[in-house]
């Protein structure tokens, strides 16, 4: 399995943002961490709801590499709304002649990654491809490039100035905010572990166009579920939220998020953004945010992340840099094979980079374990609160309670806020 990492310095301006990993589907359970122990299972009640201006919610934007700050945009990525164009480009090697036409690898790609940003996006985000019919050669062997998921930064940058020198002759660069180069899958010397997405330092500009970054797809065909969905993310600046655990631990990639979220595992079985990441991509506004910011008890009704309309995230500031998030998380559209449904609890921190855990899906079943076959992280498959079931923060500061779901898939939540100094006497 692919999975990246954060950008390092290598010549050309060069930077690897992805430091991938295949491997299969794993049912073994790690070690449940963070909050276990900490859900409560209580019933409350109290008066109707009233959230504070969202502006007291956003979490402000850090200098780590992808910071899930929402209080603006980092200039050097493009952002997905609106149409967006993108290019591919394929390139085969003379130590190998193509066993597969460009057609049938656009296929592997295309229009399933079109069709997932725009059900994650209700429509508003609209990716369109131009693929160059044929393949175009490179100068060099594929062997002589060394490519492999940890890739030598100087074989790397050689294959990136060769790469856009074969393709500027066959094609404008004018107008594409995406670009993917392609690597002949069969060709021997394509480690399909290297998928990544690269930028570059200083942007280098082909026919006028200043390229940040570019994709470099090694995919063997049929190529690993959702994986261009998971590098398109990093182009628009969202983060890895999987562990990459040292060289030679056996400790799991998923304990952060386990199924929820691409960005997390391409694999997994609820692929669809968080709602914080749809914030921040601007494919929900601040009038479906609701930021809890008071002492006393609150109602508030989620309309689930998978469908257009309604409210999408509740937002309590626990810190400077930190927030909790709640969503509703249902098995429909890109999350039609989720284990479980329910209302969904997670830490999300601005200041933790790409690859460093900037998002924790709380645990609310600390005690079990859902879908050992399928789950990338069976732990966390059962996570969402379900009606009767409450998350209290460790400091006591706050509770969630689900308390019920109407028939249109909306699920109604009381939030219990003490504040910090009833906090601090508990």
């Known amino acids: 399995m692919r999975r990246s990492g954060n950008p390092s310095g290598v010549p050309s301006g060069a930077a690897d943002s992805i430091r991938g990993r295949r491997r299969t589907l794993r049912s073994a359970a790690a070690a449940v961490a963070g909050f276990a122990g900490l859900v409560a299972w209580t019933l409350m009640t109290g008066p109707a709801a009233h959230a504070s201006a969202v502006g ?9 590499h992808h910071s899930e700050g929402v209080d603006g945009w980092e200039s050097g990525y493009a952002r997905p709304l609106g149409d967006v164009n993108a290019l591919m480009v394929f390139l085969s090697f003379p130590d190998a002649r193509p066993e597969l036409t460009p057609q049938e690898v656009l296929a592997d790609h295309f229009p399933a990654t079109t069709r997932f940003f725009d059900r994650a996006s209700y429509g508003r985000f609209r990716l369109h491809v131009h693929a160059v019919q044929r393949w175009l050669r490179m100068p060099r062997p594929s062997t002589e490039y060394v490519i492999n998921r940890d890739w030598d930064a100087t ?20 107008g594409y905010d995406v670009v993917y180069l392609v ?6 010397g394509v480690d399909s572990d290297a998928t990544k997405v690269v930028n570059l330092a200083t942007p280098l500009t082909v026919d006028g166009n200043p390229l940040h970054r570019l994709v470099t797809v090694f995919e063997r065909h049929p190529p690993d579920r959702n994986v261009l969905a998971h590098e398109t993310g990093h182009v628009f600046d969202l983060p890895d939220l999987y562990y990459r655990p040292p060289a030679g631990s056996n400790a ?20 669809e ?20 910011s008071r002492t006393g008890v609150t109602y508030h009704d989620l309309s689930p992340d998978e469908t257009p309309g309604g409210t999408k995230l509740l937002v309590l500031r626990t810190g400077a840099d930190e927030v909790l998030a709640v969503e509703a998380r249902t098995a429909t559209g890109n999350d039609a094979a989720a284990c479980t449904q329910g209302v969904l609890v997670y830490r999300v921190r601005s200041d933790r980079e790409s690859g460093d855990g900037p998002i924790d899906v709380v ?7 859902a879908c050992p076959a399928t789950s990338v992280y069976p ?18 500061s706050a509770q969630i309670t689900v308390t019920g779901r109407a028939s249109d898939g909306t ?3 009381r939030v219990t806020e003490r504040g910090p100094d009833a906090a601090r006497r508990s």
């Not at 074989?155 to 004018?174: G, M, S, W």
């Not at 690597?183 to 021997?188: E, F, T």
């Not at 953004?273 to 809890?292: M, S, T, Y």
């Open 379 to 396: 732990p966390l498959a059962d996570a969402p609160l379900g009606v009767g079931d409450s998350y209290a923060l460790p400091d006591g």
């Open 273 to 292: 953004p968080f709602a914080w990441h749809k914030w921040k991509l601007g494919w929900i506004g601040a009038d479906q945010v609701g930021c809890v």
């Open 363 to 369: 645990d609310g079943h600390p005690g079990t374990s």
């Open 252 to 271: 799991d990639w998923d304990t952060h998020v386990g199924d929820w979220d691409l960005m997390g595992s391409q694999f997994g079985l609820a692929p």
């Open 155 to 174: 074989d790397r940058t050689d294959y990136l100035r060769d790469a856009l020198r074969v393709a500027d002759p066959a094609v404008d660069f004018r």
């Open 183 to 188: 690597a002949d899958p069969d060709a021997p």
């Open 56 to 64: 007291a919610c956003l979490l402000p934007r850090t200098s780590v």
């Open 411 to 413: 699920w109604t939540v």
